[in-house]
């Protein structure tokens, strides 16, 4: 197993979409809007991820009115943390990537 | 009206019955009750509904199943039946598009629940199919040490049986083993 401090797609995702409470159906489709239908989380793959998330302490449930019917998730502090440790990440990525592609070619 | 059909898939041949479900269903057919190697159906829509079926960890009662099952149904998608670890789901083909994993890493986890079957399915025919022939040589040694026993042969009928379905698993679980081999190899690359 290699040691990867790189969040998935569909995880980093899901962190965004907890910013505010929400229930797998709305993560779902709140991913989806935010890839423009590229990302499509899968019921199963969501509630693993989910687990997980729960299990790193990144997300917690959320009681609202709703959640009788659904549960309901939100963001906790350490997720937070991960999430702009992931856009650091990325954005490493991206300058590199364009510094290469973008610019002169070796 | 209910169309009850039997048919036969092995553990290694989940995805042939997923298809096959399908199929069914673009036909009209929705699969509404399951049971060993029994396939309900009701006529309906054509193509109403998409199934899934998947192994699952643990039995449909334990606890860990029953949360999942009820995420499942959280999301729109209804449980349609199970038999031993494998459950069956359908979600109607008009909602959003209906898997049950979108990323590398779960489909790589379902294929070796999969695989773990289907070894230890082996494993047990195996070890019983060679105590069955021991036990044959058993008898066969002991007449010819003199003792008075008639010849069973009963050892060696089961035993050449459970062999033959060792072997049998192993070659239907092939595809499944290469699958999984190949998704491996496909982890190192991207998620």
């Given amino acids: ?106 | 009206m209910k169309h009850t059909i039997y048919k036969v898939f092995t553990v290694a041949e989940f995805e042939k019955e997923e298809n096959w479900l399908n199929e069914m269903s673009a036909k009209g057919l929705q699969l509404t009750d399951i049971g060993f190697c029994r396939y309900v159906f009701e006529e309906g829509i054509h193509g109403e509904y998409v199934y899934r079926l998947e192994l699952l960890e643990n039995m449909p009662t334990h606890p860990e199943s029953i949360a999942y099952i009820r995420f499942m149904e959280e999301m729109g998608v209804e449980h349609v039946g199970s038999i031993l670890r494998w459950v069956y789901f359908r979600k109607k083909a008009s909602d959003t598009p209906f898997d049950l994993y979108s990323d590398l890493d779960s489909r790589i986890r379902h294929f070796r629940r999969i695989n773990l079957l289907c070894n230890w399915l082996i494993g047990i025919n195996l070890v019983v199919g060679v105590i069955n022939l021991l036990l044959f040589a058993g008898n066969i040694m002991s007449r010819y040490m003199g003792a008075a026993t008639g010849m069973h042969y009963t050892n060696s009928v089961v035993g050449s049986v459970n062999l033959a379905i060792a072997v049998l698993i192993f070659v239907l679980a092939r595809p499944i083993r290469m699958r999984l081999k190949k998704m491996q190899k496909e982890n190192a690359v991207r998620e």
Avoid at chain 1, 42 to 51: C, E, K, S
């Fill in chain 1, 1 to 106: 197993m290699q040691e990867s401090i790189a969040l998935t797609e569909a995880v980093f995702y899901i962190l965004l979409s907890l910013y505010q409470p929400m229930h797998g159906y709305g993560i779902m489709q709140n991913v989806a809007q935010f890839s423009n239908g590229r990302v499509n989380l899968a019921a199963g793959t969501l509630y693993g991820a989910l687990n997980t998330l729960l299990e790193k302490g990144w997300i917690r449930p959320e009681h609202t009115e709703e959640s009788i019917r659904k549960k309901e998730y939100a963001i906790t502090q350490s997720g937070r943390a991960a999430v702009e440790a992931e856009l650091v990440r990325l954005q490493e990525l991206i300058a590199n990537g364009r510094k290469v592609v973008g610019g002169k070619r070796i």
